[in-house]
Nanobody, 131 residues
Framework: QVQLVESGGGLVQYGGSLKLSCVAS????????VGWFRQAPGKEREGVSC????????VYKDSVKGRFTISRDNAKNTVYLQMNTLGPSDTAVYYC????????????????????????WGQGTLVNVSS
């Protein structure tokens, strides 16, 4: 079965850290560029970060630059999102998906028209930051 499964979310205090995992099954994640997205209650889904399949180039949403780090471990078929210095505005359900690099970059940059190009969305993992 081809799927992505997110995990690692939870309740964390203001200023705390969490590390999210996106594990692929049924296909080799190393063959794809991967993005992390989030959707807060009452808000639209937004791109948070993405990582290129070949050279590991990374892109971040402005509000998470310097706090979040995306990485991949091809041996574990996993992409991670290390989140530090979390604040209440980071509270959301976090998702991962694969897609064309140009579309991932565009969505992380704020373009909401390209979600149709992404595949294998997971069920998401909830991050709840208490103030």
């Amino acid at each position: 079965q081809v799927q992505l499964v997110e995990s690692g979310g939870g309740l964390v205090q203001y200023g705390g850290s969490l590390k999210l995992s996106c594990v692929a099954s049924g296909f080799a994640l190393e063959d794809y560029s991967v993005g992390w997205f989030r959707q807060a209650p009452g808000k639209e889904r937004e791109g948070v970060s993405c990582i290129h399949k070949n050279d590991g180039t990374t892109v971040y949403k402005d509000s998470v630059k310097g706090r979040f780090t995306i990485s991949r471990d091809n041996a574990k078929n996993t992409v991670y999102l290390q989140m530090n210095t979390l604040g209440p505005s980071d509270t959301a359900v976090y998702y991962c998906a694969i897609g064309p690099w140009i579309s991932l970059r565009a969505v992380v940059g704020g373009d909401t028209s390209r979600y149709k190009y992404f595949e294998h969305w997971g069920q998401g993992t909830l991050v709840n930051v208490s103030s």
